[in-house]
């Protein structure tokens, strides 16, 4: 078997999260086989910028890992993707999706309603613990700021 070390991003701006149709019509997020010496958080956000069209996405926290097992058929063996999470936010909701990687739409969706769209149990699992620290992430934040006004 194949085990390939990938990292990916769970991005949020307010209370949407960033989801992208593949060419499989799955709803997915935007992650990537983590290359030579880059480290997890760089790819992380190489590939929310390269597949999402996402402008400097910035890192709020770790989201976690998850982990899944297919065939390929080029490679005539089974791969298991190890993905490496974090949680994001972009300051607008600007995007691209790039069409050259197979991509055939994506955008910024309110989370309920993303929660539905989401094809995989464990990406939309990932996504509704990550919404929470990005909420608790946000209630910090606000309190930090209050305090620094005073």
């Known amino acids: 078997m194949i085990v390939r070390n990938c990292a990916g991003g769970v991005v949020f701006k307010d209370n949407k999260v960033f989801i992208m149709k ?32 996402i402008i400097n996405p910035k890192i709020v926290s770790a989201a976690g ?39 055939k739409e994506g955008g910024f969706y309110p989370i309920e309603e993303a929660l539905k769209m989401i094809t995989y149990s464990q990406d939309r699992s990932l996504v509704s613990l990550a919404y929470k620290r990005y909420q608790e992430f946000k209630e910090y934040q606000n309190k930090f700021n209050d305090n620094e006004g005073r």
């Open 22 to 53: 593949n060419d499989k019509d799955e709803w997915i997020l935007p992650k990537g086989k983590i290359r030579d010496e880059e480290i997890p958080p760089e790819t992380a956000k190489a590939r929310v910028e390269h597949e999402a069209g």
């Open 65 to 103: 890992e998850t982990a899944y097992e297919f065939y390929s058929y080029t490679r005539n063996k089974p791969v298991c993707n190890k993905i490496t999470w974090f949680i994001m936010e972009a300051d607008e909701e600007g995007f691209s999706v790039n069409h050259e990687e197979g991509f």
